[in-house]
């Protein structure tokens, strides 16, 4: 298993444009994650599943943002009519988890997304 | 809430220990500590499950104190490569779902 992986690493787009970026978890994790992060700030959460079902979408997140994780394997976040503000790196991260605890949490190297 | 870490900063020599604390207004069911280098993706160290958990990984070890719901890391005799960023990450239930956040981090600074 090669990890967690992210596509592209790097997204530089035109303010208003559509943007999505792809995460592979590794296949025996049932979470996924998305979270994203700025200069100098902690990942920030953004949202989670549990196998295919969405469980939870940060209140921080607008409806421009939206994520998939179709058949419970790879994920997509897509972020709509970029903003200036949407600039930062997008993390993915994947675990294994049973009840309330995290297991070999993983994460990917990232997207980073530029708006310009 | 996220978890607030302390030290924000921190300096070192080469060879001199640190410790970062991680201290959570919510009930904390399990710590994770992470390190992340400018520019990475942040790299899993060690996991604490219960209360009263030790680990230890080379001359990085950790503590967690499930009552005071805290947890703290001790990196001992630093080297150059301890250089980062350290986050604590922990799961958070909020209205039966459990979702994973980080603390505020703390810098590392090792010179030589």
């Known amino acids: 298993d090669t990890g967690v992986s992210q596509d592209p690493r790097h997204k530089i787009t035109k303010r208003g444009q559509n943007v999505t970026f792809r995460c592979d978890p590794i296949s025996e994790h049932n979470r996924l994650y998305w979270y994203r992060q700025t200069l100098g700030q902690g990942p920030e959460f953004l949202t989670y599943?549990?196998?295919?079902?969405?469980?939870?979408k940060s209140r921080l997140l607008s409806d421009r943002f939206s994520a998939e994780r179709p058949k419970g394997s790879f994920s997509t976040l897509e972020i709509q009519r970029t903003e200036q503000g949407d600039s930062a790196m997008y993390l993915c991260a994947s675990s294994w988890s049973r009840d309330r605890f995290n297991y070999g949490y993983t994460f990917g190297s990232g997207t980073r997304l530029t708006v310009v | 809430q996220q978890p607030v870490q302390s030290p924000q900063a921190v300096i070192l020599r080469e060879g001199e220990d640190a410790v970062i604390n991680c201290s959570s207004s919510?009930?904390?069911?399990?710590v994770h500590w992470y390190r992340q280098k400018h520019g990475e993706a942040p790299v899993f160290l060690m996991i604490l499950l219960k209360g009263g958990e030790q680990k230890g990984h080379e001359k990085i070890s950790a503590s967690f104190n499930e009552k005071k719901q805290q947890s703290s890391l001790y990196l001992t005799a630093s080297q150059l490569s301890y250089s980062g960023t350290y986050f604590c990450?922990?799961?958070?239930?909020?209205?039966?779902?459990?979702?994973?956040?980080f603390g505020t981090g703390t810098r590392l600074k090792v010179l030589a």
């Open positions: 919510k009930a904390l069911y399990s």
């Open positions: 990450g922990t799961d958070r239930s909020d209205s039966g779902t459990y979702k994973y956040i």
């Open positions: 599943f549990q196998n295919e079902a969405q469980l939870e």
